[in-house]
């Protein structure tokens, strides 16, 4: 049995998805039983493993809101650092793997090539300098956990910047977006198979890695290649003119790393996935109508 915490977010309701295809049971929670209350957690791996055992535990869970996160330090650091680490010392207790969530946030963006994962980290905000000791609570109380580090999440059941990008091309005719940061958008959907791939691995292989999709750009080039694949699929019914602005034009309340292109080379070898290209994968998602 796979335990999904966080299973109502965007990257948990796709992972619960995609296990129930392949058939592989999983159970679900979210904040119905807090990562911040030991014992809820506890009392739900008892109550699930009254049944079976609980052979994984993958943690969704978190505060994701990275500019609130600057006015909300208290509550992010409970999410992201104490969460995880109240999820590290069940899993270790009860004898279940554990597979949790990171970001490329938590690395400064200072760097000119992909980040690997043994990379000096060196967050610049509260939600990467909280993610950052999500990591080593983790660590410290689960050695044995696997970390996926990830960015530019977007996927059909959250909030994200495809979705955003999209009503805004309908709603406008000229918007302006920042092409002085670089990454690579990452389809939920890829992230959770890449998850499955970890989980059910011939042998669990602990440590951090980190995962996209294919290729990297900045968020001006991801909306105009959003903007094309929607005109594709006439999903915007008019033209928009997207304005590539300096990051000084664009001011938000958390500094967002210049660049934080991810090396997935660990984990492409380790589990021997093949990671499609951004641009793939976007294509599909538009595809699928995301905004309907
Ligand atoms: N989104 C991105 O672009 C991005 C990029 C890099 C890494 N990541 C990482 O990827 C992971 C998944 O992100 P996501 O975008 O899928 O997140 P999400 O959609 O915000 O989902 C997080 C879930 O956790 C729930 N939650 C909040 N407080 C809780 C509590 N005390 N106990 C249990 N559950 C609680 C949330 O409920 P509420 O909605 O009610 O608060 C929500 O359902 C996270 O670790 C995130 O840091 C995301």
């Given at each position: 049995?796979?335990?999904?915490?966080?299973?109502?977010?965007m990257?948990?309701?796709e992972?619960?998805?995609?296990?129930?295809?392949?058939?592989?049971?999983?159970?679900?929670?979210?904040?119905?039983?807090?990562?911040?209350?030991?014992?809820?957690?506890?009392?739900?791996?008892?109550?699930?493993?009254?049944?079976?055992?609980?052979?994984?535990?993958?943690?969704?869970?978190?505060?994701?809101?990275?500019?609130?996160?600057?006015?909300?330090?208290?509550?992010?650091?409970?999410?992201?650092?104490?969460?995880?680490?109240?999820?590290?010392?069940?899993?270790?207790?009860?004898?279940?793997?554990?597979?949790h969530?990171?970001?490329?946030?938590?690395?400064?963006?200072?760097?000119?090539?992909?980040?690997?994962?043994?990379d000096?980290?060196?967050?610049?905000?509260?939600?990467?300098?909280?993610k950052?000791?999500?990591?080593t609570r983790?660590?410290?109380?689960?050695?044995?956990?696997?970390?996926?580090?990830?960015?530019?999440?977007?996927?059909?059941?959250?909030?994200?910047?495809?979705?955003?990008?999209?009503?805004?091309?309908?709603?406008?005719?000229?918007?302006?977006?920042?092409?002085?940061?670089?990454?690579?958008?990452t389809?939920?959907?890829?992230?959770?198979?890449a998850?499955?791939?970890?989980?059910?691995?011939?042998?669990?292989?602990?440590?951090?890695?980190h995962?996209?999709?294919?290729?990297?750009?900045?968020?001006?080039?991801?909306?105009?290649?959003?903007?094309a694949?929607?005109?594709?699929?006439?999903?915007?019914?008019?033209?928009?003119?997207?304005?590539?602005?300096?990051?000084?034009?664009?001011?938000?309340?958390?500094?967002?790393?210049?660049?934080?292109?991810?090396?997935k080379e660990?984990?492409?070898?380790?589990?021997?996935?093949?990671?499609?290209?951004?641009?793939?994968?976007?294509?599909?998602?538009?595809?699928?109508?995301?905004?309907?």
């Open positions: 049995m796979i335990w999904i915490i966080g299973n109502r977010g990257l948990g309701q992972l619960a998805e995609q296990l129930a295809a392949r058939g592989i049971a999983n159970v679900g929670s979210d904040r119905e039983v807090s990562i911040l209350d030991p014992e809820a957690l506890r009392h739900f791996a008892q109550g699930v493993q009254k049944d079976t055992p609980i052979k994984a535990i993958v943690n969704c869970a978190a505060y994701t809101a990275v500019d609130r996160a600057e006015d909300e330090a208290e509550l992010a650091h409970a999410l992201n650092a104490e969460g995880p680490g109240n999820i590290a010392e069940l899993a270790r207790s009860v004898g279940a793997r554990f597979l969530i990171s970001t490329d946030y938590v690395f400064s963006g200072a760097a000119s090539q992909p980040y690997r994962e043994d000096p980290i060196g967050p610049t905000g509260v939600y990467g300098r909280t950052a000791e999500g990591e983790v660590r410290e109380a689960c050695p044995d956990a696997v970390i996926i580090r990830t960015a530019w999440l977007y996927g059909k059941y959250g909030p994200n910047f495809v979705a955003t990008m999209l009503r805004l091309m309908r709603e406008r005719t000229e918007l302006g977006v920042v092409a002085d940061q670089r990454g690579t958008p389809w939920a959907r890829d992230l959770a198979l998850i499955i791939a970890a989980l059910t691995a011939p042998e669990w292989k602990p440590g951090i890695y995962y996209t999709n294919e290729g990297e750009t900045t968020w001006y080039e991801f909306a105009c290649e959003i903007y694949q929607g005109r594709a699929r006439s999903l915007l019914p008019h033209e928009v003119t997207i304005r590539a602005l300096t990051t000084d034009q664009y001011p938000t309340k958390a500094k967002r790393p210049a660049y934080s292109v991810l090396s660990k984990i492409k070898r380790t589990f021997g996935l093949e990671i499609p290209y951004w641009k793939a994968s976007l294509k599909q998602y538009v595809g699928s109508d995301p905004i309907s």
